[in-house]
């Protein structure tokens, strides 16, 4: 997968967005709800995570697992 790094950094502030917007109320189903998707979210972030450690290799002194895409307006990530 060569997008790890962007999927371990952006999916938490997809989550916490799906929480804010969808997952709204004080009922024990709606926080029954959010706490659930609170713990998926971590746990996918978790487990993509160990793909990275799983791919570093202690013996290169470069950069692993770079990763650079265009935006707009000429801005990159």
Same mark, same amino acid.
């Given at each position: 997968? !060569?997008? =790890?790094?962007?999927?371990?950094?952006?999916?938490?502030? =997809?989550?916490?967005?799906?929480?804010?917007?969808?997952?709204?109320?004080? !009922?024990?189903? *709606?926080?029954?709800? *959010?706490?659930?998707l609170a713990l998926f979210v971590?746990?996918?972030?978790?487990? *993509?995570?160990?793909?990275i450690l799983a791919g570093f !290799?202690?013996?290169?002194?470069?950069?692993?697992?770079?990763?650079?895409?265009?935006?707009?307006?000429?801005?990159?990530?």
């Amino acid at each position: 997968m !060569d997008n =790890i790094l962007s999927l371990v950094t952006f999916l938490p502030l =997809i989550g916490a967005a799906v929480l804010t917007v969808f997952l709204r109320g004080d !009922d024990p189903a *709606a926080q029954l709800n *959010a706490k659930r998707l609170a713990l998926f979210v971590t746990g996918a972030t978790f487990l *993509a995570s160990l793909g990275i450690l799983a791919g570093f !290799d202690p013996a290169l002194s470069e950069f692993q697992r770079v990763e650079e895409a265009s935006w707009f307006a000429g801005l990159t990530f």
